[in-house]
C-alpha cells in the first residue's frame, strides 16, 4: 500500500520543465526570425540531448540526474530523479517522455539566455539582424 501512495505522489508531484510567459514570448520571437535550437545563429550548442535523457531514464532516474548536473544543470530534476529512483520501474511510463521534453525545454530555455545575456550570443544576434523583444 506504501508504494502505491508513494506512485500517486510521485504522478502527483512529478511536471516537466516548463518556460515562463516572457520566455515562451522570446522563444515565438526568434522562431519568428528564423532562430530555434534545430537553427541557430552563430556558435550556440544544444547543452542537453533529448534522446540521450530519454533514453537514460530507463535506468531509475539516471536521465533526470543527468540534466541536474548537465552544462545547463537544472536542479529540480534531483527531485524528479529522486522520485523516478523511487518509483522505478513503473516510472519508466512517465520518466522516458518526461526527461526527452525536459531537455528540450532545458535547451530552449538555454538559447534564449544565450542571446539575452551571453555577448558573443548577443553579437551573433546583431549580425544576423535579429533583436530580443525589450522589456
Known amino acids: 500500500m506504501t508504494k502505491f501512495y508513494i ?6 508531484i512529478s511536471a516537466c520543465t516548463t518556460l515562463t510567459r516572457q520566455e515562451q514570448n522570446e522563444l515565438r520571437n526568434l522562431k519568428a526570425q528564423g532562430i530555434t535550437i534545430d537553427k ?3 556558435s550556440y550548442e544544444k547543452p542537453a540531448s533529448p534522446g540521450f535523457a530519454g533514453a537514460l ?9 543527468y540534466l541536474a548536473s548537465g552544462n545547463a544543470a ?3 530534476q534531483w ?5 523516478n529512483l523511487l518509483t522505478w520501474p513503473i516510472s519508466i511510463l512517465w520518466g522516458v ?16 539566455y544565450y542571446y539575452q545575456y551571453d555577448k558573443l550570443g548577443q ?6 539582424g535579429a533583436s ?3 522589456n
Not at 7 to 12: D, F, H
Not at 79 to 83: D, K, M, N, V
Open 40 to 42: 541557430p545563429v552563430g
Open 79 to 83: 527531485l524528479y530523479g529522486t522520485l
Open 132 to 134: 530580443l523583444i525589450k
Open 57 to 65: 531514464n530507463l535506468l531509475p532516474g539516471i536521465g533526470n540526474f
Open 7 to 12: 506512485l500517486i505522489l510521485a504522478c502527483l
Open 74 to 76: 537544472d536542479s529540480s
Open 97 to 112: 517522455p518526461e526527461a526527452a521534453i525536459d531537455a528540450n525545454r532545458i535547451n530552449e530555455r538555454e538559447l534564449i
Open 123 to 128: 553579437k551573433e544576434l546583431e549580425k544576423h
